[in-house]
Nanobody, 124 residues
């Protein structure tokens, strides 16, 4: 599975961005799809996930501001980010895996496939 993330950019605090992650090589309808992010000098952290069933999960720092969705027909997952803050500045990565149990959904180790990352910069 190859994942291609895009949609990052520079935005002012309070603004919005939508990230996309398109997959090729495999149909993703049965995969758990997630977004992680990594800021300079920090570990990669969980942002959001969506299971094949449509259930969604969010990191505490983005709840109520970010929304993850998927379009299985387009083999694409999205991350709608609103009310952005400077602390949201990071490289955002999409990831995919099968057989992820709920208790492991926030763990980087659970994911087999990763995209190349897209930079999001939020200015104050």
């Amino acid at each position: 599975v190859q994942l291609q993330a895009c949609g990052g950019g520079l935005v002012q605090a309070g603004g919005s961005l939508r990230l996309s992650c398109a997959a090729s090589g495999r149909t993703l309808s049965r995969y758990t799809m997630s977004w992680f992010r990594q800021a300079p000098g920090k570990e990669r952290e969980f942002v959001a996930a969506i299971r094949w069933s449509g259930h969604t999960y969010y990191g505490d720092s983005v709840k109520g501001r970010f929304s993850i969705s998927r379009d299985n027909a387009k083999n694409t997952v999205y991350l709608q980010m609103s009310s952005l803050k400077p602390d949201d500045t990071a490289v955002y990565y999409c990831a995919a895996a099968t057989g992820v149990i709920v208790s492991a959904i926030t763990s980087r180790a659970a994911y087999h496939y990763w995209g190349q990352g897209t930079q999001v910069t939020v200015s104050s």
